[in-house]
């Protein structure tokens, strides 16, 4: 007798091969790299695409709870290095690319993302030039925000104290970079703000990478200078370096050095002309008595 023949249902078809290509070392865990097409960004915030190169495609999808990660915005027609896993959607009988990471092919993942937080936000109108507000030309107490530890504080501390030795300086010590930079940075921002002692903030940190200096990259940090009620200086890095915070910021300066002379005046140079003005005014009044006499004679 015959053995008995075992016929599949669909489902249960495509259930077997999705069961062997989960179980699959390489399909489970793989990158790979490709161009974008097709690309959707769908209302629920997953994203359907298809990845393409010379002569082959498949189709991807990335869901929100990973591409809310992403740093950059992914675009129809990029070349990128996606990670993820291969399997088969059992309704339809389609293997597809599932991406839980991605980044830009050939271009810096952290430059395109400053590029494209950099039109968001200007576009926004955190940059605007009428937003910003004047300095007070002399300020009762300075609040610094940077780390305890590096150059730059003291930079800013000899400074403040060379030029207006007689104003106080409330130091906030934050991480400047790494992982729990930025919230930090917010946190600080906010809290001197709450505080309402400093009328002047010095936000910043020494020179550094585009990585180095990420943290004054972020969307958070920039919001949280963008609503700050005192006026911020930002000073982050040396001349060259432009970061997201200096083009939020009141005033841009391009050393914490220099954020320091910019937030204080000189007092040897107001000393001077107080006396350039006692001079004149009492050159004023001897004149005005002089004339006074000859009228009285």
């Keep these: 007798m015959a053995a008995?023949?075992?016929?599949?249902?669909?489902?249960?078809?495509?259930?077997?091969?999705?069961?062997?290509?989960?179980?699959?070392?390489?399909?489970?865990?793989?990158?790979?790299?490709?161009?974008i097409s097709n690309f959707t960004h769908h209302s629920s915030g997953h994203m359907y695409f298809t990845l393409k190169d010379e002569?082959?495609?498949?189709?991807?999808?990335?869901?929100?709870?990973?591409?809310?990660?992403?740093?950059?915005?992914?675009?129809?027609?990029?070349?990128?290095?996606?990670?993820?896993?291969?399997?088969?959607?059992?309704?339809?009988?389609?293997?597809?690319?599932?991406?839980t990471q991605m980044q830009p092919d050939g271009i810096g993942s952290l430059y395109l993302a400053y590029e494209q937080l950099k039109s968001k936000l200007e576009q926004e109108g955190l940059f605007a030039a009428e937003r910003k507000r004047p300095l007070p030309r002399f300020p009762k107490c300075i609040g610094v925000v940077t780390s305890p530890t590096g150059a730059a504080v003291r930079d800013i501390v000899i400074t403040l104290q060379r030029r207006f030795p007689q104003v106080p300086i409330v130091i906030y010590p934050v991480l400047v970079q790494g992982k729990g930079a930025a919230p930090a940075i917010v946190k600080a921002i906010k809290t001197l703000n709450a505080m309402g002692e400093a009328d002047?903030?010095?936000?910043?940190?020494?020179?550094?990478?585009?990585?180095?200096?990420?943290?004054?990259?972020?969307?958070?940090?920039?919001?949280?200078?963008y609503q700050s009620a005192i006026p911020v200086i930002s000073a982050v890095g040396h001349e060259t370096d432009f970061t997201i915070a200096d083009f939020v910021a009141d005033l841009r300066a391009a050393t914490p050095t220099a954020a320091a002379e910019l937030a204080v005046p000189h007092a040897g140079e107001l000393a001077a002309q107080l006396r350039q003005q006692q001079n004149r005014l009492r050159q004023s009044l001897l004149r005005r008595s002089q004339r006074g006499g000859e009228r009285l004679a």
């Design 55 to 99: 002569s082959s495609r498949i189709k991807s999808i990335m869901f929100a709870s990973h591409n809310q990660r992403l740093p950059f915005v992914p675009k129809e027609g990029a070349r990128v290095i996606a990670r993820g896993n291969v399997t088969v959607y059992e309704r339809d009988g389609q293997y597809q690319f599932y991406a």
């Design 200 to 225: 002047v903030l010095i936000v910043g940190r020494g020179g550094g990478s585009l990585e180095e200096l990420w943290a004054f990259n972020e969307e958070e940090v920039a919001r949280a200078i």
């Design 4 to 35: 008995e023949r075992k016929v599949y249902s669909i489902k249960e078809l495509n259930g077997y091969i999705r069961m062997k290509l989960d179980s699959d070392v390489v399909l489970s865990d793989v990158w790979i790299r490709g161009e």
